[in-house]
Nanobody
């Protein structure tokens, strides 16, 4: 059974930092492209950042320079370090695992709220 379990969400003030973590089980983690997506109320889910099996990273323009994605293949985890958070970063953040052959899995999501 595949599981992606996110943690680390919460309430933070503007300008603050949070680190999200996603622990994967039931997959050969090192073979999957890992990503973080987010969905704000009334909006579509959007890609935040992704990291390939070769550790190449890709970021949405709205987080470049503020967020950093990383993976640990030994621990089957992927992290998203979020700095300089803004109120518009408020959303549910989802972990995603995508195999080049098409299999794709999602976590249950973790809420990030940025407010003073």
């Amino acid at each position: 059974q595949v599981q992606l379990v996110e943690s680390g969400g919460g309430l933070v003030q503007p300008g603050g930092s949070l680190t999200l973590s996603c622990a994967a089980s039931g997959i050969i983690f090192r073979l999957y492209v890992m990503g973080w997506y987010r969905q704000a109320p009334g909006k579509q889910r959007e890609l935040v950042a992704s990291i390939t099996i070769g550790d190449s990273t890709n970021y949405a323009d709205f987080v470049k320079g503020r967020f950093t994605i990383s993976r640990d293949n030994a621990k089957n985890t992927v992290a998203l370090q979020m700095n300089s958070l803004k109120p518009e970063d408020t959303a549910v953040y989802y972990c995603n695992a995508r195999h080049p052959h098409g299999m794709e899995y999602w976590g249950q999501g973790t809420q990030v709220s940025v407010s003073s």
